[in-house]
């Protein structure tokens, strides 16, 4: 059995068996390869990755020279939107043999294609993901994910964990809202999925033969078949996206606006957003810092739910601005909390109805994607240990 990479770098003492567990956590929630959160997180050096990415796919890796320096004839041996295609980047040509740098030495089907249209035997370096498309930018302009620009590598982490031991937990504070509903802070305790009433028939099945007393009880029950659909849709997402995609679908079928941003260190990054059910093109791009007044600040710091009007700031200005549309009377903000910290948060106005009766719904929507998210967590585990 090939080992995995986590724990070729902790059996070397590279990193401990409880930052392997948290990173593997991170990056179900955030996306991209182990080695990158592991950089991010400031685990382990780039160049330590390397190495051991080299030495568990048996083949050498390219170094940060060799990546960064490249003539622009070099760079013609592939055409570019092979390039952007399969994310490889040429390093040279020996004779009939082309060297390139690539995040995935062992996906046979890429190296193939790149072989067939090239004309030449590629043979695969090893890189890590974040140098890799460090490259790509300055080569060839394919413009990087903003969670790869501010991203610091080695150690720093630890040093700053050494330096300030972290506080007590404190009793989060709410955060200010125009209306607070008296419901729990945090919603953990879920309802099971609804099982069959009186009439022992499923909601579809009671719609189609007329079996309902009224219209309220007919709205409820298509509701909760809604409910049952997205909840079991949510257990079986098969990545982080699938789990955005699904809340933002839901919700905005009810909602004008509704979005999902990712929380990492001081910056709230736009994820996925729809505006009157159309997806919001370049969401992604979008970054809040939390240390300027924003809405999202509020809800960052409180750790819980915010429903009110957004203040004349800068930071919430760059929001709407972003979600397409004029300033709501009222939003409704929730996070999304794991690991005891907010690592999304999201947010919704508009709609027919008050915000205000939908807190308690949409928080236990929340707290089924976080549970859809531990899901993801174990079988990481079970696949990446």
Known sequence: MTIKLGEMLVKAGKITPAELDETLKSQVIFGGRIGTNLIEMGYIEEKDLAHFLSMKLGVPYASSDQLMALSPQVLKLIP??????????????????????????????????????????????????????????????????????SVTSGGRRRAREAESAE?????????????????????????????????????????????????????????????????????EAKDRDAIANLIVNYTGQEFD???????????????????????????????????????????????SFYLGPLTDTPANTKILTALEGGKPACALLIPLLMMGRVVAIFYVDGGAGDLGDRVVDMQKLIGKAAMAFEILILKNKILMT
Do not use: C
Not at 118 to 133: A, D, K, N, Q, Y
Not at 283 to 301: G, N, R, T
């Open 167 to 235: 506080p007590p937990p404190r009793e989060p504070k709410k955060a200010k809202a125009a209306f607070t509903p008296s419901v729990e802070e945090e919603v953990i305790e879920l309802p099971l999925l609804s099982e069959l009433d009186d009439y022992g028939l499923e909601p579809a099945e009671e719609l189609m033969q007329g079996n309902l007393p009224n219209a309220a009880a007919r709205e409820e029950t298509i509701r909760q078949y809604t409910i049952d659909t997205f909840s079991m849709q949510l257990a």
């Open 257 to 303: 606006r509704v979005a999902l941003f990712l929380v990492r260190r001081n910056v709230a990054g736009g994820w996925t957003a729809l505006s009157r059910k159309k997806v919001v093109a370049g969401f992604e791009e979008l970054q809040i810092p939390l240390d300027a007044p924003s809405v999202l600040k509020m809800v960052a710091d409180g750790k």
């Open 80 to 149: 570019e939107e092979v390039v952007k295609k399969y994310k490889v980047i040429p390093l040279g040509l020996d004779k009939k043999k082309l060297v390139v740098a690539m995040a995935d030495p062992s996906d046979f089907a890429s190296i193939e294609e790149i072989s067939f249209i090239t004309g030449f035997i590629v043979m695969p370096l090893v890189s890590p993901e974040l140098r890799l498309i460090l490259a790509l930018e300055k080569h060839y302009d394919i413009k990087r994910e903003t969670r790869y620009i």
